[in-house]
């Protein structure tokens, strides 16, 4: 078989890339990514030089980088994003761009062909639940920028299979951490800052709640819906551990031996999704077992951050300062914190 990943330089697509290189050696894998800020060669240094794999690096919202790579596919597994929503919030136009053109792209290349596309989506296009939990039928009611990109990137993908016959499968996990997560989603920066005693900025009541899941299980359930789901079908992907904010940054401060003091409340995220709950019954009816339990998969992350300093400090050295400054800076000196 020949897959081709897009997006898999990036936290969870370098983690299915090496899984699939690595347990799949009669497969060819190609990888095609745009290595924005987040995507980084060094999350697939393990691969290198191996013979059924490649990458390339290009743009899925430019045709002539995708056509010649999907031509030579069966399989196109879509992690290509811009994902992380304080900056969909500051400015949405990359978001609209690569989230819904790209896709729209994606899909005019498979037209016509029996290939298929295995979209990686995210329960945030089922918006904020009060309370239960939120199956594949669920309403989209995305509530963030990112949220709504992403749910129109399904919704075309939806369209494309009623209209033109198009083969897809679709994943929907939830919250995802694990090592070589870019440090500006919740558990990396806050492991992170803990690590370099710098303040952990818990927005607003801290009582947000998410659904979070280890990033190796998140992989295992990908191979499994691209070997055995069901062409045309959604999968919801969560890990079942509903945790507010407050215990998330709890548990790191525990883990990580930093003083209680660097929890500081900040001013909120707009708009901000209070509680997100999968419903993941029928990925288990397709033979999901989780691998991880919680507890297990803080620890091996608080490790890795550890263990890995040569990783992300660069990186937080980088242009992250100057996003850091933008989105933290006035937050944490209202909350008496000057940086
Ligand atoms: P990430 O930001 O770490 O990685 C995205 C990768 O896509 C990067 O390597 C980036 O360079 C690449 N990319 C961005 N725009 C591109 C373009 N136009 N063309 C080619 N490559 C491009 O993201 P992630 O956290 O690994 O998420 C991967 C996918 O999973 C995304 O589709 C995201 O919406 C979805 N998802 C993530 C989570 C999570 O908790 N991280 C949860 C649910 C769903
Ligand atoms: P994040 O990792 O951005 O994921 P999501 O896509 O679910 O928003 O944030 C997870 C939760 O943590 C979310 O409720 C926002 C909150 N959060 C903070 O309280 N402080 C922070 O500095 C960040 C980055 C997130």
């Not at 899925?60 to 010649?68: A, G, N, R, S």
């Not at 918006?127 to 129109?152: I, Q, T, V, W």
């Not at 709640?209 to 999968?235: C, F, P, Q």
Request: one cysteine or more; glycine letters at 8%; aromatic letters at 12%.
């Amino acid at each position: 078989m020949n897959v081709l990943i897009t997006g898999g330089a990036g936290f969870i697509g370098s983690h299915f890339t090496k899984f699939v290189v690595n347990n799949y050696t009669d497969y060819q894998v190609v990888v095609i990514d745009k290595l924005n800020y987040r995507g980084n060669l060094a999350n697939l240094k393990e691969i290198e030089g191996k013979t059924n794999y490649k990458f390339i690096r290009g743009d899925i919202c430019v045709k002539e980088d995708i056509l010649p790579q999907v031509s030579e596919a069966d399989v196109v597994v879509n992690f290509a994003a811009e994902t992380f929503v304080d900056r969909a919030i500051m400015d949405a136009s990359d978001f609209l761009s690569t989230d819904v053109f790209g896709v729209y792209n994606l899909l005019e290349a498979i037209r016509g062909t029996d290939k298929v596309l295995i979209h990686i989506s995210t329960d945030e296009v089922y918006g904020s639940l009060e309370e239960g939990f939120a199956d594949e039928n669920y309403p989209l009611r995305p509530g963030n920028p990112y949220s709504a990109s992403k749910a129109s990137g399904d919704l075309l993908i939806l369209s494309y299979a009623n209209t033109y016959g198009i083969r897809f499968k679709m994943v929907r996990p939830s919250n995802n951490f694990g090592p070589n997560q870019y440090p500006e989603n919740l558990v990396p920066l806050f492991i992170t800052n803990a690590i370099e005693g710098r303040p952990l900025p818990i927005y607003g009541d801290g009582q947000y709640r998410r659904d979070w899941i280890y990033v190796m299980d998140t992989v295992r359930a990908i191979d499994l819906v691209m070997h055995e789901g069901e062409i045309g079908e959604i999968y919801n992907v969560g890990g079942g551990n509903i945790r507010t904010n407050l215990e998330i940054t709890e548990e790191i401060i525990e883990r990580t031996g930093a003083s209680k003091d660097l929890m500081v409340f900040v001013d909120d995220r707009q708009g901000h999704d209070r509680r997100y709950a999968l419903d993941s019954s029928k990925i288990k009816e397709l033979g999901f077992e989780q691998r991880y339990e919680f507890g297990k998969a803080m620890e091996l992350t608080v490790n890795w951050y550890r263990e890995n300093e040569d990783w992300w400090r660069p990186i937080k050295s980088g242009e992250f300062r100057e996003y850091y400054e933008k989105q933290y800076r006035e937050r944490l000196s209202k909350a008496g914190y000057g940086e």
